[in-house]
């Protein structure tokens, strides 16, 4: 099991930005992915955005392309996602996952570790 720890999440007005962190305890993670879920009250968690260590290849649901943007800083242990433009919508806690392996996954069942979460709220 890999241990996650998210930070950075707050509250910011429509149009605002944040910055969440993701570190991990692996000083390397190869042939691993790492995603970003969110889940809101009542409604399942759902696929945000995953990126894989060896390519740092991205990949990201289609209500946030263009507005999010997932990074890996491997000298600091830790993936970032750098949101911008945000809307209510985005509203929920964020979670930080990891899972052995570079095939596609969007399917929170595909992670086997998780972080706590970290709460976003957009609001004006």
């Known amino acids: 099991q890999v241990q996650l720890v998210e930070s950075g999440g707050g509250m910011v007005q429509p149009g605002g930005s944040l910055t969440l962190s993701c570190a991990h305890s692996?000083?390397?993670?190869?042939?691993?992915?790492v995603a970003w879920f969110r889940q809101t009250p009542g409604k399942e968690r759902e696929f945000v955005t995953r990126i894989t260590w060896t390519s740092q290849h991205t990949y990201s649901d289609d209500s946030v392309k263009g507005r999010f943007t997932i990074s890996w800083d491997k000298a600091k242990n830790t993936v970032y996602l750098q949101m911008n433009n945000l809307k209510p919508e985005d509203t929920a806690v964020y979670y930080c996952a990891a899972k052995y392996g570079i095939a596609a996954a969007d399917n929170r069942n595909a992670y086997s570790s998780w972080g706590q979460g970290t709460q976003v709220t957009v609001s004006s």
């Open positions: 692996e000083r390397t993670l190869d042939t691993f992915t």
